[in-house]
């Protein structure tokens, strides 16, 4: 039943999330990144709460709200370059802040001992969840074409789905048991194998793919693969292993901060899949890889 429960809401969500990317104005996707982002922390703030923390969560929540409400504005219309740089901007700035302004909301606490705690955990969300969303999800399209992040959308689940079928069937040593028991190293590099596979169909289809989505009016020309000049495949290969190895590395992080926090999943919203940050956690690792190595392009 929870195989099945995990395949349905796989099956749904992922037209879903695809045509998001693919045929939604900057503003909207930006809306629906800034949901995802405030139902993840929700979760994050609650997993603190096994930690012995009494988070701040009305303000970071209107913090994190602000930080996307100023970066869909600064996004909308403009070319990459001034995306790119707009994004460093609001970013630095915001994370520069984040620290000193959920100290200062912690003077306002009677019980002074659990204030540093909590703006810690609220700064951490920022920086650890929200900040990630936006470079995943809303940025990239405006800055690097929507097939980056098809790729990167595609290699995740590919990555964890054989993951999971390899290591439940033929897993037999354990890669972390302390952190996450059910892990294998056959499991891992099942995930390995199949980043790579979905790096070598870029490679080989990513132009002919584009140029189907371009004559089926789901991306512009701007968002195509065939906007970029076809990289040799060595590259390629190696960002997708790089990008496998820290999706790999975001699912374990999660898993730490559960284990400590004793509970199994970050929440029940996903049937099968537990929270929203449980489904997310991978991209949370690979989606800065993939941004920061596009963005060098940008820059260039």
């Not at 879903?16 to 995802?36: D, G, R, S």
């Not at 001992?113 to 969303?133: E, Q």
């Amino acid at each position: 039943m929870h195989l099945l429960k995990r395949i349905l809401t796989a099956v749904v969500l992922i037209p879903i999330v695809l045509l998001l990317v693919l045929h939604v104005h900057i503003i909207a996707l930006e809306l629906v990144a800034a949901l995802v982002a405030l139902l993840s922390v929700h979760e994050l703030l609650k997993l603190s709460e096994g930690y012995g923390i009494k988070p701040f969560r009305w303000p970071t929540f209107t913090f994190i709200a602000a930080v996307f409400a100023v970066l869909a504005v600064n996004s909308a219309g403009k070319t990459p370059l001034l995306s790119t740089a707009n994004l460093v901007a609001v970013s630095v700035f915001s994370a520069s802040i984040a620290t000193f302004l959920f100290l200062c909301i912690g003077m306002l606490r009677a019980d002074l001992s659990g204030s540093f705690p909590a703006a810690m955990v609220s700064a951490f969300s920022f920086a650890y969840i929200a900040f990630a969303i936006h470079l995943s999800g809303a940025t990239p399209p405006a800055a690097i074409g929507c097939i980056w992040v098809m790729y990167l959308l595609v290699l995740v689940w590919a990555g964890d789905i054989f993951a999971y079928f390899v290591g439940k069937s033929l897993g037999r040593h354990l890669m972390s048991p302390r952190i996450s028991p059910k892990k294998t190293w056959e499991g891992a590099i099942a995930s390995l194998l199949a980043g790579l596979g979905v790096g070598f169909v870029l490679y080989q289809y990513g132009l002919p793919i584009s140029a189907a989505l371009l004559n089926a009016h789901l991306i512009e020309r701007q968002d195509g693969f065939f906007a970029l000049q076809r990289p040799p495949l060595v590259p390629i290969l190696v960002l997708s292993a790089v990008l496998n190895v820290a999706a790999q590395l975001g699912d374990l992080v999660e898993s730490l901060i559960k284990r400590g926090a004793n509970v199994k999943d970050s929440g029940t919203i996903l049937p099968g899949h537990g929270g929203m940050l449980d489904r997310i956690d991978a991209l949370l690792f690979a989606a800065p890889v993939l941004w920061y190595y596009t963005a060098w392009h940008v820059l260039q």
